[in-house]
């Protein structure tokens, strides 16, 4: 089945900084989604690409979907606070089963004050 | 709240018990999905319900999981005989349509097995 590798794992940063993150996968994929997860909470939709190349921004937030559409990074600009959580990357099945989500395993943000 | 409700937020039950959880989806939305979350996993995609279609329940681990979806609105995850491994967050989610694009969570159920 598809698999997502979001990179890195963890990232301990200081307040300002910015954040990188990325996630590969084996397959093609025609969405890419970006979730923030937060201690006791579901994950919230930050960001969706649809199309190859597109970069797109939701405040201090940029995404771009990768040229060969099996890649996608997600940046964080001047970390506050409140960015900390786990960040996931997801991606809809392929053909009839575009429904099913695909995630990464997240990458967990932990931003010093 | 026009956000995807679950109840309950933690459920605490003993091994061979029955479970029962419950999601409200957006006002509006067609298709309801249910994920589980286990520790250091990502998320597991289990049943996935569409306006009167028959749901896609591929992703159930075991025939002690089943679900339903009345009215086209609620609905509920049930696992029997719960067993230790069973523990976990389960998340739903809904959508406005499907095509897998921009599902909205709920704040999921911390299922704990003793």
């Known amino acids: 089945g598809q698999q997502l590798n979001q990179s890195p794992q963890s990232m301990f940063i200081q307040e300002g900084e910015d954040v990188s993150m990325n996630c590969t996968s084996s397959?093609?994929?025609?969405?890419w989604l970006w979730y923030k997860q937060e201690p006791g909470e579901g994950p919230v939709l930050l960001i969706a690409l649809y199309k190859a190349g597109e970069l797109t921004s939701n405040g201090r937030l940029t995404a771009q979907f990768g040229i060969t559409r099996k890649d996608s990074f997600l940046n964080i600009s001047a970390s506050i606070p409140s960015d900390v959580g786990i960040y996931f990357c997801a991606g809809p099945g392929s053909g009839g089963s575009n429904y099913k989500l695909t995630f990464g395993k997240g990458t967990l943000l932990t931003v010093n004050p | 709240g026009a956000g995807v409700s679950q109840s309950p937020s933690n459920k605490v039950t003993e091994k061979g018990k029955d479970v029962e959880l419950r999601c409200d989806p957006i006002s509006g939305h067609t298709a309801l999905y249910w994920y589980r979350q286990s520790l250091g996993q990502g998320l597991e995609f289990l049943i996935y319900f569409q306006g009167n279609s028959a749901p896609d329940k591929s992703g159930l681990p075991s025939d002690r999981f089943s679900a339903e979806r009345t009215g086209g609105s609620v609905s509920t995850l049930t696992i029997q005989r719960t067993q230790q491994e069973d523990s976990a967050v389960y998340l739903c989610?809904?959508?406005?349509?499907?095509?897998?694009?921009?599902?909205?969570f709920g704040p999921g159920t911390r299922l704990t097995v003793l």
């Open positions: 989610a809904s959508s406005f349509h499907s095509g897998g694009a921009e599902q909205f």
């Open positions: 397959s093609i994929f025609n969405t």
